[in-house]
C-alpha cells in the first residue's frame, strides 16, 4: 500500500500543486462559512451565562467596554456549539473596571448574530466580525464575577505621550489608540503603518540576522561547521517564532513570518524559488487554507496586492532598500491600490503619498528598531526607557506632520462607478511590457480618478437615500444640484453616526458637500451626528434643532420643492420635530421626525396624499402611525428606521400591519440596510444589501410625464 501511495506521489506534476491549494482553499471557506453560521438551536436573541476568558478588553469610554471572550463553558443545553468560540460582547459600567487581558470571567450575556450597517461607503461591520473569527456578538447584562489572571501589557508607560500606539506596535493590542488618532491615520492613509504586519516582521528579522551574522564573524576559525547564513537563519526563525506568538498569531504576522522563513531556509540552502511570484501566491493559498476568515478581512486582499504590484512593477530589476526604490515602491502603491481602495471605501486620501514617504522610513528605521530594542532590553529597565523614549518621539514628530497634512488636499472620489475600473486597467498598462506610447494613453486613463464628481440625477427629480444608522434617523436628499441632510443619526460614547456613517454616505453617494442640514429635533438619536457633519461642512444652513422651523416655508431646488411642517402646539420634543415634504410633479416623499398620534391628528388636514416612501414616524413605535394617518398618507413605501434586535421592539407588529393593510411596502433599515429610492424609477426601492423591492400599486397623483414638471404641477 506505502508502494503505491509513494508511486503516486512520484508521478504528481508539481505545475498541478497550485490547482490543488486553490481546491483545497475554496472547500476550506465554504466548510469555515459553514461553521460560523449562528447556531441554529440558540433563540435570536439568547440570554445565557458563559464562563470564558477575556482575550482582550478595549475600554471605550468611562461608561463602555468591549471584550473579545473565549467561552469555556455555558451553563444549559442552550448554545452548547459555542463552547470554545470567541464572542464579542459590550460591558457597560461605572467607574473602573479590573478587568484586563486573560481576566476569567462568569457573566449573563445576551448575544445574537454577527450584524452590521449596511450604507454606501460605510464600514462593514458584519463582515469584520466575521473576519476576526467572532461567532457572535451582543452585551454583558450582568458581571458575576471578574478574575484578573496577568497583564502582557508593557511595563510603566506612563511617562510616555503615545503609549497606546506603542502597546500597539508591540503587542497587537490597540485599546489605547484613541478614536481620534484613528481617524487620523486613516485620513492620511497610514494605517497600515499602525497594525503589525509584514513590516514589521521584516525589522525583526533584519534586525535579528544582522546582529547574529556580526556576532558570527566574530568566532575563532573552525569554531562552528556551519556556515553563518545558516546558523542565521534558524536563529531568526526561531525568534520570529516568538514574536509570532507574542502578538497573538495575528493572520499578516503569520503569513509574513511564514513568508519569511521560507525564503530564509531556501536562501541558506543555496536554492533560488522558480517564481518569487509563484512562492508568494502558494503562500497566500497557505494563508487560506489556514485561517478561511481572512477572505473577509481587506487587509489580506491589500497586502498580498501590494505585494503583487511591488513584483510586476520591480521584480529583480532594482536594488530594494535604496532610497529611489523606496520613493517609486510608494509611487506604484499609490497609483496601483488606490483604485482598489475606491471599490473598498469610496474615497482614498491625496495625501497618502507624502504622508507615506515620510512615515514609512520614520517608523521603520527609528521607532520599531527603539521599540524592539527596548522590549528586548526590559529587564534594564533604565536602558529600556530610553529606547522608549527615542520610539515616542519619533511617533510625536509623525503625529505632528500628520495633523498638518489632514485637509491640505481633497479625497479622491470616483467621477461614475465604472471609473475605478478604468483606473486600474489602466495601471496595468502602464506596468506592462509594451511600448511607452500606450503607456501615455495608459496614465491618462488612470487621471480619471481626478475627474470630478458628476450627478445622474436630472433637472425636476430627486434621490433620497434612507441610511442604517441603527436606531436613529438619517436621510440625504439629491437634486440636480445640491444636497440636504435629513437628522444624523446617534452619538454615544466612542461611536459617532455622523463620523463613522452619515460622512463617508455622503462622500460615497455625489458631491462632498452639503447646502442644508435638517435635525427634526434634539433627541440623540435624530442629532448626536450633527457637529461632526456641521464641521466638516461648514457653510451648509441649518433648520430645526438649534436653529429655526418656521412651520410652512417652501423653497425650490432644481424643480424639486421642499416644504416645512411643524405642529405648533407641540407639548412634547417628539411631537415638535421639523418635518419635511419633497415634491415633484410626480412624487411626495415624507420625513416625519417623532411625532405621535396626538401631533398626527393637529396636523392631519396638513399632512400630504398618497405618498410615495415614507420614513416612518418615531421609527414605527406603538405611539405613532395611526389608521387616520396612514390612510391620509397611503404610502406605497414604509421605511422604518430601526436597529436589529432593538429593545423597543420597534417596529411594533400592530404598526406594520396597518401599513400593510394599505397595500404599502414596509422595510426596515437594520435588516435591509441603507435604502435609495428615486423620482426617476419610483416602483423602486433597492437596499444596502443589494435586494430591490417593487411597489403593489400604483398612485392616483401619477398623471403627469416625467420631465414636464412646473410649478403648477406641484400637488
Excluded at 575 to 591: A, E, H, K, P, Q
Aim: aromatic fraction near 8%; hydrophobic fraction near 45%.
Amino acid at each position: 500500500m506505502h508502494g503505491v501511495v509513494l508511486h503516486i506521489i512520484g508521478r504528481l506534476d508539481v505545475r498541478w500543486v497550485p490547482a490543488i491549494l486553490v481546491c483545497i482553499a475554496a472547500l476550506r471557506i465554504v466548510a469555515w462559512q459553514a461553521a460560523t453560521v449562528f447556531p441554529e438551536h440558540c433563540n435570536v436573541p439568547s440570554d445565557l451565562r458563559i464562563q470564558g476568558r477575556v482575550l482582550s478588553m478595549d475600554v471605550r469610554s468611562p461608561e463602555r467596554s468591549i471584550l473579545d471572550v473565549a467561552i469555556h463553558d455555558v451553563e444549559g443545553d442552550d448554545c452548547l456549539s459555542l463552547l470554545n468560540e470567541r464572542v464579542r460582547l459590550a460591558l457597560y459600567h461605572r467607574g473602573d473596571i479590573p478587568a484586563a487581558d486573560s481576566t476569567l470571567l462568569t457573566a449573563d450575556v445576551r448575544i445574537k448574530p454577527p450584524w452590521g450597517s449596511a450604507n454606501p461607503g460605510g464600514f462593514d461591520y458584519r463582515r469584520w466580525l466575521l473576519g476576526k473569527g467572532f461567532r457572535a456578538d451582543g452585551y454583558i447584562r450582568q458581571v458575576v464575577k471578574m478574575t484578573p489572571v496577568a497583564d502582557h501589557s508593557l511595563p510603566d508607560l506612563s511617562f510616555l505621550v503615545y503609549p497606546g500606539i506603542l502597546q500597539a506596535l508591540s503587542t497587537g493590542d490597540h485599546t489605547g489608540i484613541t478614536s481620534h488618532q484613528w481617524e487620523v491615520f486613516r485620513s492620511t492613509g497610514t494605517i497600515h503603518l499602525m497594525v503589525i504586519s509584514g513590516l514589521h516582521v521584516g525589522i525583526v528579522a533584519a534586525l535579528v540576522l544582522g546582529g547574529i551574522i556580526s556576532l558570527m564573524r566574530l568566532r575563532p576559525p573552525g569554531f562552528l561547521p556551519f556556515t553563518h547564513r545558516r546558523i542565521a537563519t534558524l536563529i531568526c526563525s526561531i525568534c520570529l517564532v516568538l514574536f509570532v506568538w507574542n502578538v497573538g498569531f495575528q493572520p499578516p504576522v503569520v503569513r509574513a513570518a511564514a513568508a519569511v522563513i521560507a525564503a530564509g531556509f531556501l536562501m541558506a540552502c543555496e536554492r533560488r524559488p522558480a517564481s518569487l511570484t509563484r512562492c508568494v501566491f502558494l503562500i497566500g493559498l497557505c494563508a487560506l487554507i489556514a485561517q478561511p476568515g481572512v477572505v473577509y478581512r481587506n487587509g489580506f486582499w491589500l497586502s498580498y496586492g501590494a505585494v503583487f504590484l511591488l513584483l510586476a512593477a520591480f521584480g529583480n530589476r532594482e536594488r530594494a532598500g535604496s532610497v529611489t526604490w523606496v520613493v517609486k515602491a510608494q509611487g506604484v502603491l499609490f497609483i496601483g491600490l488606490t483604485p482598489w481602495l475606491l471599490f473598498l471605501n469610496q474615497s482614498a486620501p491625496v495625501v497618502s503619498l507624502a504622508a507615506n514617504l515620510v512615515a514609512a522610513p520614520l517608523v521603520t528605521l527609528i521607532t520599531m528598531p527603539s521599540l524592539v530594542a527596548a522590549v528586548l532590553l526590559g529587564q534594564f529597565t533604565e536602558l529600556a526607557a530610553v529606547f522608549l523614549t527615542i520610539a515616542d518621539f519619533s511617533i510625536e514628530l509623525l503625529m505632528h506632520f500628520l495633523d498638518t497634512l489632514i485637509g491640505r488636499l481633497p479625497l479622491i472620489q470616483p467621477a461614475r462607478p465604472e471609473t475605478p475600473i478604468i483606473a486600474a486597467v489602466s495601471f496595468l498598462s502602464v506596468i506592462a511590457p509594451v511600448s511607452w506610447r500606450y503607456r501615455v494613453i495608459a496614465i491618462l486613463g488612470w487621471l480619471t480618478l481626478f475627474l470630478p464628481v458628476e450627478t445622474d440625477i436630472t433637472h425636476g427629480q430627486y434621490r433620497v437615500t434612507a441610511l442604517d444608522v441603527g436606531q436613529g434617523n438619517s436621510a440625504i436628499v439629491d437634486t440636480a444640484n445640491h444636497r440636504i441632510l435629513v437628522d444624523a443619526g446617534a452619538a454615544m460614547g466612542d461611536f459617532d453616526a455622523g463620523l463613522a456613517i452619515v460622512l463617508p454616505a455622503i462622500r460615497a453617494t455625489g458631491r462632498p458637500r452639503i447646502d442644508r442640514i435638517l435635525i427634526s429635533h434634539g433627541d440623540n438619536d435624530h442629532s448626536g451626528g450633527f457637529q461632526a457633519v456641521a464641521e466638516q461642512y461648514p457653510l451648509a444652513s441649518h433648520l430645526g434643532y438649534r436653529s429655526d422651523c418656521n412651520d410652512g416655508d417652501r423653497w425650490e431646488y432644481d424643480g424639486v420643492s421642499f416644504e416645512l411642517l411643524q405642529d405648533s402646539s407641540a407639548q412634547t420634543s417628539n411631537d415638535g420635530s421639523c418635518m419635511l415634504v419633497v415634491r415633484n410633479c410626480t412624487s411626495t416623499v415624507f420625513f416625519p421626525g417623532d411625532i405621535s398620534v396626538t401631533s398626527e391628528q393637529r396636523m392631519h388636514a396638513r399632512l400630504p396624499r398618497n405618498v410615495d416612501v415614507l420614513l416612518a414616524p418615531h421609527h414605527g413605535s406603538a405611539t405613532s402611525s395611526s389608521m387616520p394617518f396612514v390612510r391620509k398618507l397611503n404610502p406605497r413605501f414604509v421605511i422604518f428606521s430601526a436597529a436589529r434586535f432593538n429593545r423597543w421592539g420597534h417596529p411594533d407588529s400592530l404598526v406594520e400591519r396597518r401599513y400593510l393593510k394599505t397595500g404599502a411596502v414596509t422595510k426596515t433599515t437594520g435588516i435591509e440596510g441603507a435604502f435609495v429610492w428615486t423620482s426617476e424609477n419610483p416602483d423602486w426601492l433597492v437596499s444596502g444589501r443589494g435586494r430591490r423591492f417593487v411597489a403593489l400599486f400604483e398612485h392616483p397623483n401619477r398623471n403627469v410625464p416625467l420631465g414636464v414638471c412646473s410649478k403648477r404641477d406641484f400637488p
